[in-house]
């Protein structure tokens, strides 16, 4: 079956930099959406950044706009998230996900990770 694996997570000082990782198994992801989420403590669950199949098309939020990147290995099947000058209010789990069509809204995908921690320190 479907597995997404997260990694990458940790605790970092403001300003920082992280690379989280996503590792799809169990199918075929070639023209499928992957995406970032992120949950903090008695928040709803957000969008963060998206890929295309292709890796040419992306979408950020405005929120983290200009200070993360997504990108995506096809070769791998892996998503990754490049996350610089982190603020305190990046703090949050952040999961990977997985649909077949572009959308921001989390009860749109149905196969996602078990998430990574990011803690941000101010």
């Known amino acids: 079956q479907v597995q997404l694996v997260e990694s990458g997570g940790g605790l970092v000082q403001a300003g920082g930099s992280l690379r989280l990782s996503c590792a799809a198994s169990?199918?075929?992801?070639?023209?499928?959406?992957l995406a970032w989420f992120r949950q903090a403590p008695g928040k709803e669950r957000e969008f963060v950044a998206g890929?295309?199949?292709?890796?040419?098309?992306?979408k950020t939020a405005d929120s983290v706009k200009g200070r993360f990147t997504i990108s995506r290995d096809g070769a791998k099947n892996t998503v990754y998230l490049q996350m610089n000058s982190l603020k305190p209010e990046d703090t949050a789990v952040y999961y990977c996900?997985?649909?077949?069509?572009?959308?921001?809204?989390?009860?749109?995908?149905?196969?996602w990770g078990q998430g990574t921690q990011v803690t941000v320190s101010s």
């Open positions: 169990g199918g075929t992801f070639s023209r499928y959406v």
């Open positions: 996900a997985l649909n077949r069509a572009w959308t921001m809204m989390p009860n749109d995908y149905g196969y």
């Open positions: 890929v295309g199949w292709s890796g040419v098309l992306t």
